[in-house]
T-cell receptor
Framework: EPEVTQTPSHQVTQMGQEVILRCVPISNHLYFYWYRQILGQKVEFLVSFYNNEISEKSEIFDDQFSVERPDGSNFTLKIRSTKLEDSAMYFC????????????FGSGTRLTVV | AQSVAQPEDQVNVAEGNPLTVKCTYSVSGNPYLFWYVQYPNRGLQFLLKYITGDNLVKGSYGFEAEFNKSQTSFHLKKPSALVSDSALYFCAVRDDGGYQKVTFGTGTKLQVIP
């Protein structure tokens, strides 16, 4: 069964450093998403991406965040200057088309900012 | 704005007994409803969805959910719980417009007691 792959599974970074979280969506999927889950809390929408541009973003997704699909395969989330409160599990998801309704999620990257 | 409520932080059920995990929702348009399961240190796995049609939908691992429009509910059910069903369950909703940002509930921890 096709999978969404996320790397690394766990990343530790110092406050103020830049991090890039990587995702490889399922190959024929067209819509891409990032969600995050702070430990013990709900899963929160960050951003959706379609046709090489952001289609929707939440209040969480401020200027410190950016997304990119640099090579038609990877889908990355960059945090420019990490804060302690960015520590969370970050999930990438993808789906095939607008009328499709089941995301496929990756297994997540646990980001720890120290 | 769309929202989801999962009123129970935790549900305990004896193995072999039926289980119900509750979910209510609010959307402005027609609801698309989902259940996801998260096992410890794992990503989110899709269980089932309601888009249209029969109010009772069947999903993976013997789970089903009943859509009730008048009560705006989408409770997850299983006739006979297994210890391996112990996990965190998230209800999610989106409306039928836009780029389909999904809003998750806060999650319900299901504990099946042997």
């Amino acid at each position: 069964e096709p999978e969404v792959t996320q790397t690394p599974s766990h990343q530790v970074t110092q406050m103020g450093q830049e991090v890039i979280l990587r995702c490889v969506p399922i190959s024929n999927h067209l819509y891409f998403y990032w969600y995050r889950q702070i430990l013990g809390q709900k899963v929160e929408f960050l951003v959706s991406f379609y046709n090489n541009e952001i289609s929707e973003k939440s209040e969480i997704f401020d200027d410190q965040f950016s997304v990119e699909r640099p090579d038609g395969s990877n889908f990355t989330l960059k945090i420019r200057s990490t804060k302690l409160e960015d520590s969370a599990m970050y999930f990438c998801a993808s789906k095939t088309r607008q009328a499709d309704y089941g995301y496929t999620f990756g297994s997540g990257t646990r980001l720890t900012v120290v | 704005a769309q929202s989801v409520a999962q009123p129970e932080d935790q549900v305990n059920v004896a193995e072999g007994n039926p289980l119900t995990v509750k979910c209510t929702y609010s959307v402005s348009g027609n609801p698309y409803l989902f259940w996801y399961v998260q096992y410890p240190n794992r990503g989110l796995q899709f269980l089932l969805k309601y888009i249209t049609g029969d109010n009772l939908v069947k999903g993976s691992y013997g789970f089903e959910a009943e859509f009730n429009k008048s009560q705006t509910s989408f409770h997850l059910k299983k006739p006979s719980a297994l210890v391996s069903d112990s996990a965190l369950y998230f209800c999610a909703v989106r409306d039928d417009g836009g780029y389909q940002k999904v809003t998750f509930g806060t999650g319900t921890k299901l504990q099946v007691i042997p």
